[in-house]
């Protein structure tokens, strides 16, 4: 059995640094976050943003990582400067465009020597927000020909597209899995692929399953970003949190279709001040559990047979004798 990989949003390591840092009067430093990530029971990765979380040289940077018993699954693009409001991508301005590209490739090279094959392409200023201001064939074009040129630039890499409806574009390139899946057949490279967020993907209005099931069957599913939301924003709770049955059936899908990356939780406990480490300890917890789960949902021949069928009261039966076994 491959051995589980679970991996965490770093910066969710400033909530309540009052209590971990007592007296310290600013934010807490990279070095300190990835030090606290160290504490979590079960823990085996992080994820980082590039190029926010690169403040130190790359070689000091792993030791430091390292020493905290963790490795890095990921790297994940923010293109946050001011510069690249109306697009990074797809930027109107021919070399700011041409400068988000390159910085990916940066970000791909940073990658490499942190010792990980995943880029992470979450395309949030990529879009547009009112009526009649973008050609939308042309935006599109930019967009797919910057995946084809990044995706070419490292063969060896995997390379991903987290979608998400909207924010901070009101109407993002790539809102939902159907549009993904077209820019990665269009793009036409074997390292390109999906990552899925599981509250991205309710905010979308798809079922987790499906959304996953399409992309096993068209794409590559690169990345997965475990956690929960109420489907009307990007809300980051925890694992199974509100939507369990789904979480569930998301799970088993991936399963099924042999997904053997890392399961990632790009939760928020900073959004409420939670303890991060107590909170990625339950995340981690909770996967586990719903792996378990997974386990005898294989080994249910009623269930496959119900399924067959499309007897969705058999199947809910079935579903609830092993969720809720005493």
């Known amino acids: 059995m491959t051995e589980l990989r679970f991996a965490t949003r770093l910066n969710s390591f400033a909530s309540g640094s009052h209590l971990y ?7 807490p430093t990279v070095a300190q976050m990835i030090e606290r990530a160290g504490t979590v029971e079960g823990l085996t990765h992080l994820d980082l943003n590039y190029p926010q979380h690169i403040t130190t040289d790359i070689p000091t ?4 990582i390292e020493a905290a018993g963790l490795r890095v699954n990921g790297v994940q693009m923010r293109w946050d400067d001011p510069k690249f409001k109306i697009g990074a991508f797809t930027n109107p301005d021919p070399n700011i465009r041409r400068e988000a590209i390159e910085l990916t490739k940066a970000g791909i090279d940073a990658g490499r020597e942190l010792g990980t094959h995943l880029m992470t392409l979450w395309m ?3 879009g547009f927000d009112y009526c009649f201001q973008a050609d939308y064939k042309r935006i599109w074009e930019d967009a797919v020909s910057a995946l084809r040129e990044v995706a070419e630039y490292a063969p060896d890499f995997q390379i991903s597209i987290e979608y998400k409806p909207n ?15 077209l820019a ?8 390109l692929g999906i990552t899925l967020d599981f509250a991205h993907v309710l905010y979308a209005n798809e079922i987790p399953a499906y959304a996953a099931a399409m992309v096993a069957r068209r794409s590559n599913l690169y990345g997965l970003d ?15 949190s509100v939507n369990s049955r789904a979480t569930l059936e998301f799970l088993w899908q991936m ?15 900073d959004a409420s001040g939670l303890d991060p480490v107590r909170e990625a300890e339950l995340n981690i917890a909770t ?7 997974c386990d005898l949902l294989d080994q249910s021949e009623a269930l496959k047979d119900a399924i067959a069928k499309q007897d969705a009261v058999a199947a809910q039966y079935i579903v609830d004798d092993i969720m809720y076994a005493k």
């Open 255 to 269: 399963k099924r279709d042999g997904y053997q990356g890392a399961y990632y939780f790009d939760t928020f406990p």
């Open 226 to 240: 475990v956690n929960d939301g109420w489907g009307k924003r990007d809300d980051g709770l925890m694992v199974a």
């Open 287 to 293: 996967v586990k559990r719903l792996l378990g789960l």
């Open 124 to 126: 949030g200023q990529d």
């Open 61 to 64: 940077m792993k030791q430091q």
């Open 167 to 181: 924010e901070p574009r009101a109407y993002a390139i790539f809102p939902n899995v159907t549009t993904c899946l």
């Open 21 to 27: 840092w007592p007296g310290q009067k600013t934010k």
């Open 184 to 191: 990665v057949e269009e793009a036409g490279c074997p390292n």
